[in-house]
């Protein structure tokens, strides 16, 4: 009987801990815009606050790309040049259709757009064959991937940004507008719905949770964990290619350094949101809770001229940071 007390005490510590560790991070995004605020009010205005959801868009979609793989124990540093990758080659099958045959933009469009889905299908299953078929460590796999994207990215580029990509195709994907709402917004918000269902609504992609949970039990109960892996980095690289033709679109030009800081801006989204580096912990609401809050770090840092070499100290800071309490959280 005297262990009941303790029970109750343990459980209701226990009740509290989870409260705090799931408002921890909006209470800290709330108090970080107020105390950025407080320096430039600029940060709150209407059309600051349109920018930070314009920006977070992108990198939500980045996100949710590193955030299949880190479901499954893995993650993906070849993501940023393969977004480099898929930009360049998508400019240059663009321009060289619409050089050859001005009257076939349509063509032209489509045709490079399905090259860029195609390319980050492919380097997705590489990965994915690397890490499940020949056992090879995520983090090796994907490093030595990322210098191969790299390689690709600077040969058929020649080193040099691939400019002339039709301004038509920038009014579609970037600067069109539904019912007031941007298209990078819009394409973001039907990604991560899709995502979404996918993860919650089908045997599927509960399977990713499973794996990544318990990869014994998923061997157990049959899931034929290789190919999910797979599955996994295709999901991840096709994302990142349709976010790299989203940036394209913005810059207007293919870039083979577009990739730049977006491996490691992906995986601190998704784990400050509160996807576990342990696998099996997360989804799409973490996905957009920390692109938001990335997103609103670095503009607050920009407006009030932080100096760019301390934001990368301070978002490494806030990496770390994260994953400590994910293990707190974890555990």
Not at 259 to 283: D, K, M, Y
Request: glycine share 10%; with cysteine; proline share 4%.
């Amino acid at each position: 009987m005297s262990d009941a007390p303790a029970s109750v005490q343990m459980g209701q510590r226990v009740r509290i801990t989870t409260f705090i560790m799931r408002w921890l991070m909006p209470i800290c995004l709330v108090l970080m815009a107020l105390g950025f605020a407080a320096v430039e009010p600029r940060i709150l205005s209407e059309a600051n606050l349109l920018n930070i959801a314009t920006q977070a868009s992108y990198l939500v979609v980045f996100a949710a790309a590193q955030m299949v793989v880190i479901l499954t124990r893995g993650f993906d540093l070849s993501l940023g040049m393969c977004v480099s990758s898929v930009s360049v080659l998508v400019a240059l099958i663009m321009t060289g259709i619409v050089e050859a045959n001005p009257e076939s933009l349509a063509l032209a469009i489509f045709l490079s757009v399905c090259a860029g889905i195609v390319f980050g299908a492919l380097v997705g299953a590489f990965n994915g064959f690397c890490v499940s078929v020949l056992h090879v460590n995520p983090f090796i796999a994907t490093l030595g991937t990322l210098n191969i994207c790299y390689g690709i990215a600077s040969t058929i580029s020649g080193g040099r940004p691939v400019f002339g990509v039709p301004r038509e195709f920038s009014n579609l994907v970037y600067s069109g507008e539904v019912f007031g709402i941007s298209a990078p917004i819009i394409i973001a918000a039907a990604i991560l719905i899709i995502i979404h269902l996918i993860l919650t609504r089908t045997v599927f992609g509960r399977g990713f949770y499973i794996l990544g949970s318990n990869p014994q039990a998923a061997k157990v109960a049959g899931l034929p964990s290789r190919l999910y892996l797979t599955y996994a980095y295709v999901i991840c690289s096709v994302l990142a290619a349709v976010g790299a033709m989203l940036l394209t679109a913005r810059t207007g030009s293919g870039e083979p350094n577009l990739g730049g800081n977006i491996t490691l801006e992906s995986i601190a989204a998704a784990v400050i949101g509160g996807v576990s580096l342990r696998g099996g912990i997360g989804g799409v609401p973490a996905v957009l809770l920390g692109a938001v809050f990335v997103t609103v770090l670095s503009n607050g840092m920009n407006l009030t001229r932080i100096d760019g070499n301390v934001q990368m100290i301070v978002l490494g800071c806030v990496v770390i940071a994260a994953v400590f309490v994910d293990r707190i959280r974890t555990k």
